[in-house]
């Protein structure tokens, strides 16, 4: 089934709304917009009756560690303590937000009205979608990090006192879909005997924005406080050879995924960093081999090598991609590129 | 009562940053034109994306209930349709999401939406290969059917696509090829078994 056809099946299912749907639905619409927002069920009191107890006492634990104890409330305030067991997931919805909790875990939902929303993670792994039609800040806590959500979605894994984010929805899905013990990475600092800081500073200080970063760990206060310079992401550790040993870093330390390789290029080319970007990119098309990621990897070469008016290198690797031909819908991107890079040429594109 | 709204606005209507200030403001009437102006459109992305399916109205309704609330956010720097889209993007991929994990989708309930397609589909072997289609992108991960969908029926570009679901073009574009590999291999398996 070709692409026309695909679109051609699915754009005949389309039918206009009739007047009756139209009226129907407005009536419904009109009858929950001029309702309060009811705020969201409880979790059955019988399922966490015995993890409940347990949670508010971690919870005040850790709002008196992150708050110093001077927590106040206003009157529009409300908390909702969440668990998860194994297994489980708990799902919480404000407006224009949402918040899943996958177990085991713990985690707390502050609002205050419908401006301000703080999800404090004790443990577990949460996943906050703020959506398309965002209206609250949110902010998300955890015993070593404190940090305004930006991005559309966010999670945030605590785990042995081990803080992951991921701000994209690859990495997210990674996180989610693998709840095994996290294996620190390169970046990663296991919780030591050294003496603890006596206030928590903010650990992550977002240097680009939240969409580029993969997933990555937070280390916890009282590194963070000793070591502040040690902290790389997945685009510092490249910059090194991949068999040199990383300095300091956990003996079981993992290289840097292929995908998240890819993630350090894009960023260096939304820098302007395109020397960096081709180095990276030419190392996935050549671990990648004829893989998606390499392949996209050679799109992008081309698009580069493109602006950089190195015509005869750019048209190489569109070729390559239309000749493997082993994504179809890259084939066609790459088609379209190459008439590009002919016409910049001043050659016609002959397609 | 209020009066019902029912066909689109007449032309002498206020425009529509008014319309956003009134409706933002509390007026309900403000809001019914503009829901008037836009559910067809929301209607028609939402049917691409989920299927002739009969819980579309409910899902324009959680668009626009959606929007409602977020109307005090909307910055205006977005094209009103680009931002309601983003919403119904959500919207259907909520609904994707919760019906795959309800149990699998037997034959039927396929058959039974394709039977249900408007009358310009009517001829049985159309309805036959919408049925298949729909089958196909049924099996599909809710992310990868949309970003195909919007891709190949709406023909939007990959950073046009990033903007509605709210990730990378290059998440977009891989999100389109592994559904384009994942059709594949669904037509190759179906083509095996008959």
Request: with cysteine; net charge negative; glycine share 6%.
């Amino acid at each position: 089934m070709t692409q026309a056809d695909l679109a051609r099946v699915i754009n005949s299912t389309v039918e206009p709304l009739s007047d009756i749907g139209r009226s129907s639905t407005w009536r419904r619409i009109e009858q929950a917009i001029s309702e309060p927002e009811r705020s969201p069920a409880r979790v059955p009191r019988h399922r966490v009756v015995g993890g409940f107890c347990i949670a508010a006492v971690a919870f005040v634990a850790l709002l008196l560690a992150v708050r110093g104890g001077s927590s106040s409330s206003t009157s529009t305030r409300s908390s909702e303590s969440l668990v998860a067991t194994a297994g489980e997931r708990v799902d919480r919805s404000w407006a224009g937000g949402q918040l899943t909790l996958h177990g085991p875990g713990m985690a707390e939902l502050v609002r205050d009205g419908d401006e301000r929303v703080t999800v404090i993670v004790a443990e577990g792994t949460a996943v906050m979608r703020r959506g398309a039609d965002a209206v609250t800040s949110l902010s998300v806590r955890t015993a070593s990090l404190e940090t305004e959500v930006t991005s559309e979605v966010f999670a945030v894994r605590v785990y042995d006192g081990i803080t992951v984010i991921a701000t994209s929805e690859q990495h997210i899905d990674g996180l989610v879909e693998h709840l095994e013990p996290v294996v620190p990475a390169q970046d990663a600092v296991e919780p030591g005997g050294e003496p603890e800081p006596a206030e928590s500073e903010p650990v992550v200080e977002p240097t680009k924005p939240e969409a580029e970063r993969p997933a990555r760990r937070i280390r916890t206060p009282k590194h963070a406080a000793s070591e502040p310079a040690q902290e790389h992401d997945a685009e510092d550790t490249e910059t090194k050879p991949a068999a040199e040993p990383e300095p300091e870093s956990d003996p079981r330390a993992e290289p840097p995924t292929l995908d998240e390789i890819y993630a350090s290029a894009e960023s260096a080319i939304a820098r302007g960093d395109t020397d960096r970007a081709v180095r990276l990119l030419e190392r996935i098309v050549r671990d990648d081999g004829r893989g998606l990621l390499a392949t996209s990897a050679r799109y992008d070469l081309a698009l580069v090598a493109l602006g950089r008016e190195q015509y005869d290198r750019a048209l190489a690797f569109v070729d390559e991609i239309i000749a493997s031909g082993t994504v179809p819908s890259l084939k066609e991107a790459a088609r379209r590129l190459r008439c590009r890079i002919l016409e910049a040429q001043g050659e016609p594109c002959g397609e | 009562v209020k009066p019902l709204p029912t066909k689109a606005p007449p032309e002498p209507t206020p425009d529509l940053p008014e319309l956003l200030d009134r409706a933002c403001a509390g007026d309900q009437r403000a809001f019914a034109l503009l829901y008037n102006a836009n559910a067809s459109k929301v209607y028609g992305l939402l049917t691409r994306l989920v299927g002739p399916v009969a819980e579309r109205e409910d899902l324009l309704q959680e668009v626009f209930i959606r929007f409602h609330r977020a109307l005090p956010s909307y910055r205006r720097d977005a094209a009103l349709a680009t931002f309601l889209h983003r919403i119904a993007v959500r919207v259907a991929y909520d609904h994707l999401r919760r019906r795959g994990r309800q149990p699998k989708l037997s034959a039927q309930p396929v058959n039974e939406v394709a039977g249900s397609l408007p009358s310009a589909a009517d001829g049985s072997a159309h309805r036959e290969e919408v049925g298949e289609v729909l089958a196909l992108l049924a099996q599909l991960k809710p992310k990868q059917r949309i970003a195909l969908v919007l891709r190949v029926a709406l023909d939007l570009s990959y950073p046009e696509i990033a903007d509605l679901v709210g990730c990378r073009p290059a998440t977009a574009r891989m999100r389109v090829a592994a559904a384009n590999r994942a059709l594949d291999k669904l037509t190759a398996r179906k083509r095996r078994s008959s």
